[in-house]
């Protein structure tokens, strides 16, 4: 490649155009003259906006999400970072916390030395607990209710189940943890009995709760009495223990799944399901795999859920063309007469 003047001169140029763009992004932005006046009504706390600039964090997004941090009076922003570096956090990772959860630094440093004692109890190590804390800090920094937390830990450890699993529990369902400790009882003592109920032995009764709660954490904040009933009747028709267990948690991970991709209410999720049962018995990888089909076909969420049954058929949509097409059909379908009064009755069987 021959390079002349007015080549160097544009490659110059270019370079220096980036070299300003990022060093525009790392200037403080308590003395950025680009950064114009803070949205909150309050003004910036400098300390806390240098700190967490020191830190790597990136200050436009915490402004831009959760600006109101910045406005608070008080902040423990070095000590945070000291707690988090002592467990062995990596500048890097301190960084991706304090922007994804700022609100850690206005904890105070004893309550979460304190919350840091009591995850390190159901943690094999350091090392992993820094990796639920980067992936779930607001369950981490979640302290107020500490005393609920230290309970509820104690109440599964005396069931013996693995610190591995309180630990999953505590991070990915931190509302079971926040609440006394009778209502996780409650629900502990309802699974037992319908366990039992159900032919269960009651020498695998821990081994059964122990994966029906890794497989579904959330288990323990929906009222065990509603799986009596079900479970009850799928045992009459003659599932056995082990595949009630596979049923419940396909079922579960499946409604959370659509509830999850679709941000729908509790009601539209009903209605999701009873226009599209299919719903129910797809596989997770198979229902993440139509919805990311429908997704990069261009479909919106507001039209899956118009047409949920939509998903029965996404292996024949390759475009958003073809969704067309197919989305009228099946409006058609499950419209009344009224919108296409020249088409013929639905067949019993149909």
Known sequence: MLWNSSTMLRVTTASLCTYCQRMRLLLPPSVSASTGPSPNKRPENKNTVDSLYELSVDIRKVRKFKG????????????????????GAESPV???????????VLCLPEDVAAQRDLWV???????ELVSIIEKFPASFFALTH??????????????????????KLMA???QSFSRPVEMNQQVIHTLRETYLDLGGDEGNLRLWLQKLLSQNPYIL?????AWRDS????????????????????????????????????????????????????????????????????????????????????????TKKDFEMTYGKLQLRQQRPLFNPVAPPRSAGE
């Open 231 to 318: 479970l009850g009747f799928l045992r009459e028709q003659g599932f056995t223990t082990e595949e009630l267990l596979k049923l419940v948690s396909s079922l579960r991970q499946a409604l959370q799944y659509v509830e999850s991709a679709l941000c729908c209410s509790k009601e539209e999720l009903k209605q999701i399901v009873i226009r599209c049962p299919a719903v129910l018995y797809y596989s997770l990888p198979t229902l993440a795999e139509r919805f990311q089909g429908l997704m990069d076909a261009g479909i919106t969420m507001e039209q899956v859920k118009e047409t949920p049954n939509v998903l029965e058929l996404t292996t024949q949509i390759g």
């Open 68 to 87: 109101w941090v910045l406005s608070e009076s008080s902040a423990y922003v070095s000590e945070t970072a000291d707690l988090l570096r002592d467990m």
């Open 146 to 167: 500490h005393s609920n937390q230290r309970a509820n830990i104690l109440y599964l450890q005396s069931l013996r189940l693995s610190k591995r699993i309180i630990g």
């Open 221 to 225: 904040l929906r009222p065990a009495e």
């Open 94 to 104: 301190i960084a991706r916390i304090l922007e994804t959860h700022p609100e850690a």
């Open 172 to 174: 990915s369902a931190p």
């Open 121 to 127: 109890s159901v943690c094999p190590n350091k090392r």
